[in-house]
């Protein structure tokens, strides 16, 4: 049985252009969870991120994903976690010379033995619980709009049915409903597949319907974690703005 | 312990039963690819039972859902027992996936591909053509407005691209020309000698770079240097939405971007002609001496001899045409970029291209126009 706790951070530090942008950092995230990050823009929360996924390289400090250090992972063990992660970037990352399902079918090709039917089937059905057609599916990331970008990007990140889901704000720029239908996508996905799901996100009703946990960053250190109502009961200056500000109230009315 | 997915046979209550067992995800893969395809013949109702399975993704929902799916096209009834938890989900959305039709089919017709393709490459080429009248247009009555007004001009902006596209790239063409003018010159002396004509090496040069040479090398390194320079600026302007931001102020792109930059290729042209064919009879000259055993001094009377003011005008008249050419087809390009940078790529590709290929066809048609007025 693997260890429950699927990602582990011990004492991270990050430092960017001679500014430390992440302070001494640790937490860890359990099978199961789905964490909501949130932090002000600049708090180092995407260079966290990026850190977590080896990406950007830190300065001190420990990043264990599913009991691998990342940084001494062998190549086949950095293949195996990178076939069970999916990572969708804020700005969606698709590859521009591939159709939107051949996007989606990419890492299956990759790292499945099945059939281009198989593959073409499964990636349909990836492209339509994020709300896609098939007669979308063979257009180019240049012919489709942001919202339809984010939601391929999520169909991509899930395309493995993967253990851990990585979101850098997946509801950021869809409008209300799209944002709802990928807060229930992520709950349902995590009940099927019992997905541990880590999320950047700005949006409080995701954060208040969809996180189990949520880790608040500020000024690169976390000074608040838990459930919405002890965060919300938490007594920070800057937490109270956001969560009681105009917009934190009518989400949580909501 | 992990293990691989099967189907085992049986009899249920109501009708033939199947029962699957295992792990049904995407990491057995080719296990669940071959299952899907393995429906029990001679059945008249099937039950797909899903009590022994362990895990179960997406991929594994997929097998299941084609194996039912071939059990009824096959004429017989068959319903999977989808377990009434968050299961359930993961089957609506195969489901939905897998009950449209899977892409459209048209019939390939590879004469009739052909004869489309060419007509819409035949429609590009006319549209293109008559954009390319249309920027005509506009430029010219811009450039007269300006004339009126000379701040609508955009002078200053003319004469920062003309120190990017003419000062900055003297040294390059003063060298490549240069280097020509050696070739030439080298070239014929080696097969001059043969007949003892070397004296009139010193025509072949002058005549072919104050003609053709100098000026189709500058404007081929314009066309590569400017050229694709103004359609990917132009291009990630439009991409960006700038060009859009300066519609709705109510200026007009044509004005504020375009004729700029084609002004200032427009002056830039026969100005750096004149130094590509000082470069190049210079460098014919050091050859002439050193290779050809003709001193300075005879070359350049040779030289008073062989060059008339004709050859020179025959170049320099070509290069602003050229030069309007080349800043039109780049302003085009880059205008017709959409919102990937893989097609500003293209673009700029186009561009240079296109430039290049009409630079040579002007160039053909000058030289029948000049041999029709006896230049």
Redo the contacts between chains.
Sequence with gaps: MEADEVITVSDLRVTLAGHEVVRGLSFNVRRGEIVGLVGASGSGKTVLLRTMLGLLPKTSGTVEIMGVRLEQATPAESRRIGGRCGMMFQQGALF??LTLRENVEFP?RE?????D??Y???A??????VGL??ED??K???EISGGMTKRVAIARA?A??PDILFLDEPTSGLDPIAAGEIDRLIR?LQ???NLTVFMVTHDLNSLKSVCTRILALYDGRIIAQGPMQDILAFDHPWLRAYFRGERGRAAQLA | MARGPSLRAGVGADGDLLSAEGDWTGAHAADLDRLAHAAPAHVRKLTISLEGVGRLDTFGVWALERLRRQVVEAGAEAQLAIPQDARADLFAGVDKALARPSGPSVPRDRWGTFLHQTGRRAEAFAVDFAAFLDLTGRLTFCFAQGLRHPARLRLRSAVHHLDRTGLRAVPIIALMCFLIGCILAQQGFFHFQRFGATDYVVDLVTILVLREIGVLLVTIMVAGRSGSAYTAEIGSMKMREEIDALRTMGLDPVEYLILPRILALIVAAPLLTVIGNAAALYGAGVVAWIYGDMSPAVYIERLHEAASHIDLEVGLIKAPVMAFVIGAVAALEGMKVQGSAESLGLGATASVVRSIFFVIVLDGIFAVLFAAVGM
Excluded at chain 1, 111 to 115: A, I, Q
Excluded at chain 1, 124 to 129: E, P, T
């Design positions: 521009s010379s299956m790292y499945l033995d099945g059939s039917a198989m073409g089937d499964v349909l059905a990836k492209l339509a619980m057609g098939v599916a063979d180019l990331p240049s899930l493995l049915d349902t009940r099927v597949l």
